[in-house]
Nanobody, 119 residues
Framework: QVQLVESGGGLVQAGGSLRLSCAASGSFFTINVMGWYRQAPGKQRELVALITKGGSTNYADSVKGLFTVSRDNAKNTVYLQMSSLKPEDTAVYYC?????????????WGQGTQVTVSS
């Protein structure tokens, strides 16, 4: 099994910054893609940012230039540095990973961490 454990969420004022972390553990061969999705109350889960093992990134238009995704392959950890936060960034942020195990690729999700941005 694979576990994704997030940390770093919390309450921050508009304009502030937060850094989320997500560490993967368990039995697997490699992790191809890691990243973050978010879900605000009453809305669907949406992509925030993804990063491949080679370092290629993909961002939602709403966070480009404001959020930065990075990863430490040796630690199987992905980070999300969020800057200039706005109240509309308030959501539960979920870690996501595409993990290769037993010659197949599986998608895993973390339990979610709450980010609340006050105005």
């Amino acid at each position: 099994q694979v576990q994704l454990v997030e940390s770093g969420g919390g309450l921050v004022q508009a304009g502030g910054s937060l850094r989320l972390s997500c560490a993967a553990s368990g039995s697997f061969f490699t992790i191809n893609v890691m990243g973050w999705y978010r879900q605000a109350p009453g809305k669907q889960r949406e992509l925030v940012a993804l990063i491949t093992k080679g370092g290629s990134t993909n961002y939602a238009d709403s966070v480009k230039g404001l959020f930065t995704v990075s990863r430490d392959n040796a630690k199987n950890t992905v980070y999300l540095q969020m800057s200039s936060l706005k109240p509309e960034d308030t959501a539960v942020y979920y870690c996501y990973a595409e993990v290769v195990r037993e010659l197949r690729t599986y998608a895993y999700w973390g339990q979610g961490t709450q980010v609340t941005v006050s105005s």
